[in-house]
Structures are given as C-alpha cells and as structure tokens.
C-alpha cells in the first residue's frame, strides 16, 4: 500500500493577508519551495489560486503524499482544508509539472468563479479535469505559464 | 565545578576530528563542548557553549530538540542509545552518564536503509509518538522549573485528548489508530515553539509544557491553533479521517498554585473540556477541582448504596381520566444517604449507567417494585424504567422473569418504561429483546414522548402499550407550540391504537384541557406526589 500511486485533490481558504502583491509573493515562495520538495519526494501536481481559495492536485506515492500532505496542513496560509478525493489510480496526469500553477487572472480560475458555482460544490473530478486542461492548453500555447510551471 | 572543567580538558572535544559528533551536556541540557562533527550533524552555529539546544536551533527542528530532550532525561542507565531521523538522515545517539552533571552524546550518521526504523525497534510505539517524552519525564521538567527574575513569564500545560478515538481503532484498525497518534505528534511538534516541550502522556493524549512564554495569552492561543489544526483532514492508510481535540489548560500562578498540581489541573480542565467543550478548550478553575471530588464521592457512595439499603422506591399514581381512578404507579428510585440527604437521580442514575452499577440496581428495582405491586389490588398494574444500559447485557428477560416468579405477580400488570435513546443506539437488538419480553405478556411503554427525535419509526416499529408525553409539554402549555405537540402526540396515539399519558399535570386547567383532546390517563401533582409504599392502601380506597 505505502508505494501504491494515489491522487489527492483538495481545497482549502487562503487566509494571506494583504494586497495582490503581497499574496502573490507569498504563493510564489509557497510554489517555489513545493517544487523542490515535491520533486525530491517524486511527486507531482498542480496548484490553481482564486483569491478565495487554493485547490490542489498531488500525484505520488501513498506515503509521499501522506507526508506532503501533513505539511502543507500545518501551513498557516490556509485553513478549512476539505478533501475532496483520495484514491489509488493508475498513472499520473500531472508528470510533467512538480507544481503546475494556474493563477486568479487565468481563463480556468474565472470557470471556479464567474460561473457562479460554489467552490465547495465543485467536485474533485471537475477540479482535476479543469486543472489538467488548462496546464495542457497553456503549455501548448507556450504561455508564460510554462516556465513557472 | 571542578569535576567538569577537569573532564572538559580531558577531552578536547573541539580539537577531535572525526565524522562521528560528540558533545558533553550538562544535566540542563546547556552545551558544555562540542567537536565539529556534532556542529555539522545538528547544522549548529560555532559557538554553542553554555546554550541549550532549543535556543539554538529555534523553532528550526524541534524533532532535533526533543530528541536531546530525551537523551538528557531519559531513565536510561550507563549507556543508553537512541535513534532519530532528522532530514532524510537516520542519527544514531550513545549517551554515556559521565556522572550527576555530565553526560557524553556520541552522534553518528547512517544510511537510512543500513538501519531498522524505530518501527521495528518498538512495534507498540510509532516514530511520531516515540520521539516524545513520556509523562515521567514530563513531571520532572516541571518539578526542576525555576522562576527566572523578570517574573513576567511562567509556565502553561495545555493538556490535549484525541475526541472519538477508540472510536477510529475499534472502525479503521489500529494500525491506523497508530498512525494518526504519529501525525498527531508530528503537527504538535509543528506548531510548538522551540523551547516548548511535547509529551506523549497516554494512549490518546499529549501534552504540551510552555516554559518561557506570556501566560495567559500564549496558552490560549496555542489552544486554539491546536484545537483548530487538529480538525483538519487526516490521510491514513489511504483513507481521509478526521478527527477532533480536546484541551485542558493549567497555568502557574494564574490558575493553579504549585507545579505539583499543574499536570492534575490541566487533565481536570481537559475532563471539562471533553464533557463540555468538545473539540475547543477549557482553562482549569477550582470549582473543577471540587466538582472532580464530588463526582469521586458519589462513585464511591454509589457503590455501596444498594448493600447499605440507601435506595427506596417512591410510587406515583397513574389515573384514568374519564373516572379519575388509579390505575397503576410507577416506580420512582429515590436515594437517601445519611448526612447527605436525597440525591436526586438525574445525578446518580447517569452515573450509574456509566460504571455499569444500574445493571443491579435496575435488578433491585424491578424485584421490590414487583414485590410491592403483588400487595396490591388485581386491577392495579406497576410501571418500572429500564435504561439503555440494561439491554446490554441481553438478559433482561431472564431478569424480568425472575422478578415476577419471585413475586408473584401477573406479568400482565407489569409494563415497562423505555426511552428513545435505546431505540437510537442499537435499534435492531433493542426491538429483538423487547419482543421476546412481549411475549411474556409484560408491556412496554414509550417515555419522555417529545423530548427526542420523537421518530414514527420508533412508534410503528413496536407495540407500544403507552405513549408518555413529557412533562416539559405540560408545563409549558400556556404556550400554543406546546398545546399544539400535545394534541399531536394525543392524535397520534390513538391513530395507531396507542394510549397516551400526560406526566406533570398540576393543575385542573391542564387536565380539563388533555381530557378535552383524548389524552387518556395522567400523572402529576395534581392527584399525587409519589409516596412511599405504605401510603399506598390510603390512595387506592
């Protein structure tokens, strides 16, 4: 069980105070440090930030994930963390980004919003499927998105 | 201090150049000498003389911190050795008692995989929880703090209970039980400040001491952190659990005395917290203190109660509304101890229920009620209450039968009163055990109507043979909420060919109001108190 591949998507609230640049210097370090950790742990991911909220997907073994988890839990710029699923899968969706980052201005983070939907209504699925688009498409596009991703 | 200056010089330990760290403490903990290695291994500054580990490494690594802490006071002998993983890297520490003031710590660096994890050392104890101290060591930091001179700082215990968790090792396994205690540990030691101390104090409580902060506020907040970080999702053997603390907190000199009682006054507080603030936290006060000693006394008077014949039972007429004729009593336990007066049952009957003891009085209860209700005339039938409690031992059919074959008495004019709580809990056993009384010809009535879920299912699943509204309905029938349950319940009853009664009439407005609706028996002050047995042939004639 403890090298089996799992996925775990969650959600939890941003709770950084201050100004847009404030929040995005810290989700800049928040980003920098995931992704030597996550690499050195081989696991994989991304992060999507809509001011209100942070959702996340990681990809790895059981127990890295496990450990990574307990961590980013005891980080005090979040708080209400709901998961929304953990469950072994077959292979990784998210290879090729240690911590994909989709941001607040970005075409995936409106679709949380604008569409009026209730982020804690949004399934784990959705979130994934939403999340793994996106990357996809940005990376395609040879978006900006890339080189932080 | 001449012993220590002598083995100081006799071992220059910064002038050793080996790749195994080696570092004289003195039994406070503070630093005495260290070689480069040991530097190196803890990632230390250069000068650590005459400092402890916490207030090098700060906030930093305070597994790192507990493991000295550990070294240092373990009840180690001679030699002792221990093992830590600190950043991917698996320390192995032999401490040598050098003499009161000194020991040596040699500190070696290995492979993760050339040695066992703690695991496999100590199959009972996870690596979370067994970098911890344990309670002793806990009582013995507290027993040697001393004030420092500011006076502005003193300590806190925050004491910390896991709520539900027997619950998590009787449903997942205990295998996952131990790894949440492991997670557990390692949030706390998380959020602590480095020269705080985490102990794994029981089974399912930890305990934090803060030493050198600004009390109350630092105890509190910490409380409210952990309380919080504590809820948040768990990941166990590929599963999400959640989970939710308790906290008990005792400070020095704001809420408790002397150091000796700051362990006792924070589980006091954590008792409260568990009973009254589940999932936040309580500050130790004194009333505790006596409410924990008065609920002692009961215990131990209530034990005894039955043999020292301190229970009698008190009989409440039940009557029949259309002639106003007594039709049965119910039995009511009433507790009289020498010098202490009348204890009311809504103190001792739950207390009772958790120590078990209600299985023999609930026994004596059912015996002299019987006994008593055989004096009486035929048509006069004899209500008795049974706790939840009591179904659990599956044999309160065989308890009922000996009851009346002891007696004597009719099983039909015996009923017995139930409340929801037993249907909520196990519903399928509970039903089973009730038919089987049933059967007997004894019957069984609904109590405490209104005061529950107040299910139809309960209603349609059983035949009951009354309904009791509850007397808070009856009390409080100026208001139209309350007539309107009443004439409810009452419709009810007799829509599925169920009796209702009315407990707590006082008054003849109640009564003429619960005649008028079809409420068909009652109770309350209004025809009589309960009385002992031998008022009873008065009442009846």
Redesign the interface.
């Given at each position: 069980m403890t090298q089996d591949l799992y996925r775990l998507i969650y959600l939890s609230r941003n709770t950084i105070p201050g100004s847009n640049e404030n929040i995005h210097q810290e989700i800049e370090q928040i980003l920098a440090v995931s992704r030597q950790r996550n690499a050195a742990s081989h696991i994989t991911g991304a992060l999507m930030f809509n001011r209100e909220c942070f959702a996340q997907v990681l990809e790895g073994a059981h127990d890295d994930i496990q450990e990574t988890f307990e961590r980013i839990q005891c980080d005090p710029r979040h708080a209400d963390v709901v998961v929304l699923d953990f469950k072994p899968v077959q292979t990784r969706r998210f290879s090729q980004w240690s911590m994909g980052y989709i941001g607040y201005d970005s075409l995936a983070s409106k679709e949380f919003t604008a569409s009026g939907f209730d982020v804690k209504q949004l399934s784990g699925e959705r979130i994934y499927d939403l999340l793994h688009a996106h990357l996809y498409a940005a990376e395609k596009a040879g978006s900006s998105l890339v080189k932080i991703a | 201090m001449t012993t220590a200056r002598d083995i100081n010089t006799a071992m220059d330990l910064p002038a050793i150049d080996s790749s195994c760290g080696l570092a004289l403490i003195d039994h406070a903990g503070k630093m005495i000498s260290v070689n480069p290695a040991f530097l190196k291994l803890f990632a230390l500054p250069p000068d650590v003389q005459n400092k402890t580990f916490a207030e090098l490494t700060g906030a930093m690594n305070p597994v790192a911190t507990h493991f000295l802490l550990q070294a240092i006071d373990g009840e180690h002998g001679i030699v002792s050795k221990r093992t830590i993983v600190i950043d991917n890297k698996t320390l192995t520490a032999h401490i040598i008692e050098l003499n009161q003031a000194q020991r040596l710590m040699m500190v070696e660096s290995l492979p993760a995989s050339l040695f066992p994890t703690p695991e496999i050392n100590h199959p009972a104890r996870t690596p979370g929880t067994a970098s911890l101290i344990n309670r002793s060591m806990l009582s013995k930091h507290i027993a040697n703090w001393k004030p420092d001179r500011s006076g502005t700082v003193t300590p806190a215990m925050l004491m910390i209970g896991l709520d539900r968790f027997k619950r998590i090792n009787e449903t997942l396994g205990h295998d996952s039980g131990d790894q949440l205690l492991k997670?557990t540990a390692?949030?706390l030691l998380?959020?602590i400040r480095s020269d705080d101390i985490v102990a794994h104090f029981a089974g399912d409580q930890f305990a934090i001491l803060q030493i050198n902060q600004n009390q109350p506020v630092a105890a509190t907040t910490m409380a409210e952190r952990i309380a919080?970080?504590l809820k948040?999702?768990?990941?166990?053997?590929?599963?999400?659990v959640n989970i939710s603390a308790s906290i008990g907190l005792a400070i020095l000199y704001q809420d408790t005395e002397s150091t000796t009682d700051l362990i006792k006054h924070a589980e006091l507080a954590l008792y409260d917290a568990k009973h009254n603030a589940r999932g936040g936290y309580r500050r130790y006060e004194q009333s505790l203190q006596q409410s924990a000693s008065e609920q002692h006394e009961l215990e131990v008077n209530l034990r005894r109660a039955l043999f020292l014949q301190e229970f009698t039972l008190f009989y409440q007429p039940q009557v029949r509304m259309h002639d106003k004729k007594i039709v049965g009593f119910e039995a009511l336990i009433r507790w009289e101890k020498l010098g202490a007066g009348i204890i009311s049952p809504l103190r001792f009957i739950p207390l009772a229920e958790d120590t078990r003891e209600i299985h023999e009085i609930g026994q004596w209860v059912l015996q002299t009620a019987c006994r008593e209700a055989a004096t009486w005339p035929e048509n006069i039938q004899i209500a008795v209450n049974v706790s939840p409690v009591q179904f659990e031992s599956n044999n309160l059919k065989q308890i009922v039968q000996a009851a009346l074959a002891a007696s004597g008495l009719a099983p039909q004019r015996l009923e017995l009163e139930i409340t929801e709580g037993l249907l909520i809990k196990n519903m399928a056993n509970a039903l089973d055990q009730l038919k089987e009384i049933l059967t007997m010809g004894v019957s069984v009535a609904l109590d405490d109507f209104g005061t529950g879920y107040s299910s139809l299912n309960y209603l349609s699943s059983f035949p009951f043979s009354k309904i009791k509204i509850d007397q808070s309905f009856v009390h409080r029938m100026h208001t139209d909420k309350s007539r309107t349950l009443i004439k409810a319940v009452i419709a009810l009853g007799s829509a599925l060919g169920i009796k209702t009664l009315a407990e707590g009439v006082e008054t003849e407005e109640q009564f003429d109001y619960l005649a008028r609706n079809g409420c068909e028996e009652i109770q309350g002050y209004l025809i009589s108190k309960p009385v002992p047995a031998e008022q009873i042939p008065a009442l009846i004639s």
């Open positions: - | 997670f390692q949030r998380r959020v919080e970080l948040r999702p768990f990941l166990v053997n590929g599963q999400q």
